[in-house]
T-cell receptor
Framework: DAGVIQSPRHEVTEMGQEVTLRCKPI?????LFWYRQTMMRGLELLIY????????DSGMPEDRFSAKMPNASFSTLKIQPSEPRDSAVYFC???????????FGQGTRLTVV | QKEVEQNSGPLSVPEGAIASLNCTYS??????FFWYRQYSGKSPELIMS????GDKEDGRFTAQLNKASQYVSLLIRDSQPSDSATYLC???????????FGKGTKLSVKP
């Protein structure tokens, strides 16, 4: 298996633009996590899906952020409109279920100017 | 109280020494515990998982779990310069199964 695949690897966008980050989890994994990592706040859980259903989105910072998982092999994280404070590395991770090891994608480095 | 807490470091040890990394968590019902290593500019990489009280050894790494004290630790024996990285503790909270990370401890192994 190729592991968790994220795209794009890097994204530079202007403030106010819509940004869509994509994730393909490991085949057979039922849980998917989106994280945001910054120096100040560390690795923050944004949202957690189990069997394609959002279980906890309390970490989503505000209404500008939304996430979907239309099927077991694809998820998106959208920011609309983007702001400079959204600049961070966004990671997607998947696990067999919510209680086992999670494996991370390579991350998307987002810069909003 | 933060859900998962770690000393931010940096922790500096000489090559060949034992590095000890510590983590505490708030949810007494947590069942799954993990240590990840993250090199600068890279994604977190799983190095150890532990689910029951006691010690678990894998090569130079030993994870220790004490659920009564809500404490999990990672020992790295014979530390090497290549072990220099940030070590992240992660806990699967009983509440909704979320996987929450501490802010990480930066380890530096000096030759």
């Amino acid at each position: 298996d190729a592991g968790v695949i994220q795209s794009p690897r890097h994204e530079v966008t202007e403030m106010g633009q819509e940004v869509t980050l994509r994730c393909k989890p490991i085949s057979g994994h039922n849980s998917l996590f989106w994280y945001r990592q910054t120096m100040m706040r560390g690795l923050e859980l944004l949202i957690y899906f189990n069997n394609n259903v959002p279980i906890d989105d309390s970490g989503m910072p505000e209404d500008r952020f939304s996430a979907k998982m239309p099927n077991a092999s694809f998820s998106t994280l959208k920011i609309q409109p983007s702001e400079p404070r959204d600049s961070a590395v966004y990671f997607c991770a998947s696990s067999l279920n919510g209680n086992t090891e999670a494996f991370f994608g390579q991350g998307t480095r987002l810069t909003v100017v | 109280q933060k859900e998962v807490e770690q000393n931010s470091g940096p922790l500096s040890v000489p090559e060949g020494a034992i590095a000890s990394l510590n983590c505490t968590y708030s949810d007494r019902g947590s069942q799954s515990f993990f240590w990840y290593r993250q090199y600068s500019g890279k994604s977190p990489e799983l190095i150890m998982s532990i689910y029951s009280n006691g010690d678990k050894e894998d090569g130079r790494f030993t994870a220790q779990l004490n659920k009564a004290s809500q404490y999990v630790s990672l020992l790295i024996r014979d530390s090497q310069p290549s072990d220099s990285a940030t070590y992240l503790c992660a806990v699967n909270l009983r509440r909704q199964g979320n996987l929450i990370f501490g802010k990480g401890t930066k380890l530096s192994v000096k030759p």
